[in-house]
């Protein structure tokens, strides 16, 4: 048995940027605000075992909110010509359900 389960999201939203001078060094400010909807998302699969027929199971896999907030923020400072420090922070925020991401990088140019 082969299956195929696809999943289709629409998002909506606006992102913006600010650069300003920190400590005489540039620092990039972006900010994401939007809004996120799902339209099929069954996420469960009805399986069976070749050699065992009478062997079938079904897994169902987590599902998204159908409605969601989206925000981000990120912040990237330049330290140097060749060295920039940045970080991240992602948010989905739904009615029964929060997301949240941080990530963090230090870029080195060569």
Same mark, same amino acid.
């Given at each position: 048995?082969?299956?195929?389960?696809?999943?289709?999201?629409?998002?909506?939203? #606006?992102?913006?940027?600010?650069?300003?001078?920190?400590?005489?060094? +540039?620092m990039t400010v972006f900010a994401d605000l939007g809004w996120s909807h799902d339209f099929l998302?069954?996420?469960?699969?009805?399986?069976?075992?070749?050699? /065992?027929?009478?062997?079938?199971?079904?897994?169902?896999?987590?599902?998204?909110?159908?409605?969601a907030a989206l925000v981000a923020a990120v912040i990237d400072y330049q330290m140097s010509s060749? #060295?920039?420090?940045?970080?991240?922070?992602?948010?989905?925020?739904?009615?029964?359900?929060?997301?949240?991401?941080?990530? +963090?990088?230090?870029? /080195?140019?060569?």
């Amino acid at each position: 048995m082969n299956r195929t389960n696809t999943a289709m999201r629409s998002e909506l939203g #606006v992102k913006t940027a600010v650069t300003m001078q920190v400590g005489g060094r +540039a620092m990039t400010v972006f900010a994401d605000l939007g809004w996120s909807h799902d339209f099929l998302h069954d996420m469960t699969f009805a399986a069976s075992l070749s050699p /065992v027929p009478a062997a079938s199971f079904s897994v169902s896999g987590a599902r998204e909110e159908r409605e969601a907030a989206l925000v981000a923020a990120v912040i990237d400072y330049q330290m140097s010509s060749k #060295v920039s420090l940045s970080g991240r922070l992602d948010g989905t925020l739904a009615d029964n359900s929060r997301t949240y991401g941080f990530s +963090a990088a230090l870029k /080195v140019r060569f």
